[in-house]
């Protein structure tokens, strides 16, 4: 285990159709209420715990986790891990403001991670469903940046959706400094219509922007990166690409979700949780939690996209604003 994506809250004021389907997640659905959801300290006691069984990296995810009130003090928090050496947070950035960029860099937040899925103004607020413009997701990039954060753009890649938006996305952010990552549509979750002919492979993607910018492959960082890295030829930056689909790589995988009420799980398209909230609310000592987190950890079998094709999952799978990416 080397990384802990946090999700601090299931709630998004985006319906993105690869994840919160209007239809389904509406005005009536029940999201985790307040006193469900793990508190900044209780978080805070899990993630020492996992960085003493090897977490260096931390992810805040959500939902949207700039819906949660006061984030820039569980970064603090956080960011007083002597063990977490790279400290992001994964936003579609509708309310990140530069006042809000800067809390949060002065509290220890290192990288930020945008989510912008095209430029062409209607096909993006079809994605996002709620007429969000592109502007105002680029200023707030430039807000980050300007704030002293790193900067990646996520663009999920659904065919016959958005995959018109691969080479002007690239073209855009070449020369910025900021890393453009393309994710395959991905059958996370059980609700979002997922077929495999909707895929745009990483190998599709990365021939349509070489036909325009010649790439050449860049070494991993670390050990299960989730992106295999390319840069342009001519110095102008580099993309990456996420291929769940195409090329899995379960074997390499070294992270793990945690929920916003507490649940474990060891696997993205993960079918069953394991219940911390509830170890941590009987009064377990610091031992006991570290040795829960290990045993699910050395107990783990995940490898479900290696299996896609022949497996079914066993119940349903876990949906993704639930988790995180």
């Known amino acids: ?45 899990l993630a020492r715990q996992a960085a003493l069984l090897g977490v260096t990296k ?13 984030l820039e003090d569980l970064v603090a928090k956080l960011s007083h891990i002597q063990a977490i050496e790279d400290l992001a947070l994964t936003t579609n950035a509708s309310t ?20 912008l899925d095209a430029l062409d103004e209607d096909i993006f607020q079809k994605m996002n469903d709620v007429g969000f413009p592109v502007a ?3 200023q707030a990039i430039d807000d980050a940046a300007a704030a002293g954060l790193r900067v990646k753009i996520n663009m999920v890649v659904r065919r ?9 996305m690239a073209e855009h952010f ?49 050990y299960g990166e989730v992106a295999t890295r390319y840069r342009y030829v001519d110095g102008q930056g580099e993309i990456g690409v996420i291929s769940s689909i195409s090329q899995p790589f379960c074997g390499s995988c070294t992270r793990a979700r945690l ?47 290696e299996l896609r094709a022949s497996t079914a999952p066993k119940g349903q799978k876990v949906e993704m604003f639930h988790i995180g990416g």
């Open 160 to 168: 016959n959706l958005n995959d018109s938006q691969i080479v002007p």
């Open 174 to 222: 070449r020369g910025t400094g900021h890393t453009l990552r393309f994710i395959e549509y991905m059958d996370v979750g059980n609700l979002n219509g997922w077929q495999r002919d909707d895929v745009v492979t990483a190998q599709e993607i990365l021939s349509r922007i070489g036909d325009h910018w010649p790439l050449e492959p860049v070494n991993s960082q670390r």
């Open 259 to 305: 929920s916003p009420e507490g649940q474990l799980y060891t696997c993205l398209f993960g079918t069953q949780g394991h219940d911390l909230r509830a170890l941590l609310r009987s009064g377990a000592t610091d031992e006991e939690i570290y040795a829960a987190l290990a045993g699910i950890w050395r107990a783990r079998d995940d490898r479900y996209s």
């Open 1 to 45: 285990m080397r990384d802990l994506r946090i999700s601090v809250t299931d709630h998004c004021n985006f319906r993105c159709v690869y994840c919160m389907p209007k239809a389904v997640f509406g005005t009536r659905y029940h999201f985790v209420g307040h006193e469900g959801l793990l508190t900044f300290e209780e978080i805070e006691r």
């Open 58 to 70: 931390i992810r805040l995810t959500g939902g949207e986790p700039l819906l949660r009130p006061h």
């Open 136 to 138: 105002r997701v680029l």
């Open 96 to 115: 990140l403001t530069p006042q809000k960029a800067a809390a949060l860099r002065a509290a220890g937040l290192q990288r930020i991670n945008i989510s």
